[in-house]
Structures are given as C-alpha cells and as structure tokens.
T-cell receptor
Framework: GAVVSQHPSWVICKSGTSVKIECRSL??????MFWYRQFPKQSLMLMAT?????????EQGVEKDKFLINHASLTLSTLTVTSAHPEDSSFYIC??????????FGPGTRLTVT | DAKTTQPTSMDCAEGRAANLPCNHS???????VYWYRQIHSQGPQYIIH???NNETNEMASLIITEDRKSSTLILPHATLRDTAVYYC??????????FGTGTSLTVIP
C-alpha cells in the first residue's frame, strides 16, 4: 500500500523557536496533502488542506501565519510551527491523497515545546 | 465539522465479532463512508470504505443501511491487536476528513 512518512517522529524545542515537520509520500504522487493536530485523548482536528504549487487552505481558527505550510512538490509538504509556545505541543499528523478517494496517513510527529 | 456519531466506547471478547455502529443521518448522495482506526500514538490506519453497497476486505466488513443513514463496521474475529479507536468518517467533495470522537474498542482476553 501507499506509504506516507513524517520527519521527525518527535521533537522538543524551546519556546519562541520555530520547528519544521516534513511529510512525504514515498511511492505515489500526492495531489493534495492534509495536516491534522491531535491533543491527548482527543480526536484529530483538520488544520489545513494543501495542494501542490498553491497556497494552503486553513480551517477556521487555525492561524496561517503561525502554521506555515509549503507544498512544493507532489511528494513533499512541510509544516512550520513558528514562534512555538507550550500550548502548541501536540501530535501533528499529515495525510496524502491522489484524489482517488484514498487518503493515506503518516505516523505522526510528537512536538513538545518547553 | 464531523457529521457522524459513534458510541464512545465498546468492549468485545477476543475471538468474537466486533460490531461498531455509526450514525450519519445527514449524509449526502455523493459522500463515501470511511472507517479508520488509530492505535495509540500512531497515524490512522485505513480499514474500509463504501458508498451504498456492503463491502468486505481482508480486515473487515462494512454494512451500510439502504437509506445510508447509518453503517456498521464488523471485525469478524477480534484479536487483542484490534484494540484501538475506530473512526467513522464521511469523505466530502473536497476530499477532506472531519473526524468525530470515534469509538474506543477494547478487546478483552
């Protein structure tokens, strides 16, 4: 099956710094990638939808200047959390689709901001 | 916003069938029903999806009612490894998933 990877799998950063998370589709070209955030004991929350070569569409309440998404190629999307604060600590998950009714999820990235 | 409702939790004896219900009474004609599961601290894993016909694969069966307002995921012989949170999700025309709270399934030895 299609594989989506994320890097890093976990990261610890200091408050005020920025951190970049990569999402790659390893064996297929993804027309669209999605970013989710999940707090402990909660469900996944869609943050943004990203199409290759165009600006991401953010869900209501998600700050686009804080969560920068770049989708420069059909196999790579990046999420940069800028000026991270402890409340940004969460599990960030990406997914990718070819548009053919299948969505493949990455293993997630655990972000801890100290 | 999530358009599905599921029981918060369920238990199932190992080796027995696990039947997980999902209500989606406001489903529109072109929305697919998807089931994913998430084991702690991992990304969601695809299980099965369908539009209006019942579907079966190596993991599970999906039964969708004729009016499409509800569905049931069936794990025919639950094992301890099936303990996870199961999400029933509708795929919209934008290919976006809005997750609900899911059902926490515990398989009991």
């Amino acid at each position: 099956g299609a594989v989506v990877s994320q890097h890093p799998s976990w990261v610890i950063c200091k408050s005020g710094t920025s951190v970049k998370i990569e999402c790659r589709s390893l064996d297929f070209q993804a027309t669209t990638m999605f970013w989710y955030r999940q707090f402990p004991k909660q469900s996944l929350m869609l943050m943004a939808t990203s199409n290759e070569g165009s600006k991401a569409t953010y869900e209501q309440g998600v700050e686009k200047d804080k969560f920068l998404i770049n989708h420069a190629s059909l196999t790579l999307s990046t999420l940069t959390v800028t000026s991270a604060h402890p409340e940004d600590s969460s599990f960030y998950i990406c997914s990718a689709t070819t548009g053919a009714y299948e969505q493949y999820f990455g293993p997630g990235t655990r972000l801890t901001v100290t | 916003d999530a358009k599905t409702t599921q029981p918060t939790s369920m238990d199932c004896a190992e080796g027995r069938a696990a039947n997980l219900p999902c209500n989606h009474s406001t489903i529109s004609g072109n929305e697919y029903v998807y089931w994913y599961r998430q084991i702690h601290s991992q990304g969601p894993q695809y299980i099965i999806h369908g539009l209006k016909n019942n579907e079966t694969n190596e993991m599970a069966s999906l039964i969708i009612t004729e009016d499409r307002k509800s569905s049931t995921l069936i794990l025919p012989h639950a094992t301890l490894r099936d303990t996870a949170v199961y999400y029933c999700i509708l795929l919209n025309t934008g290919n976006q998933f809005y997750f609900g709270t899911g059902t926490s399934l515990t398989v009991i030895p």
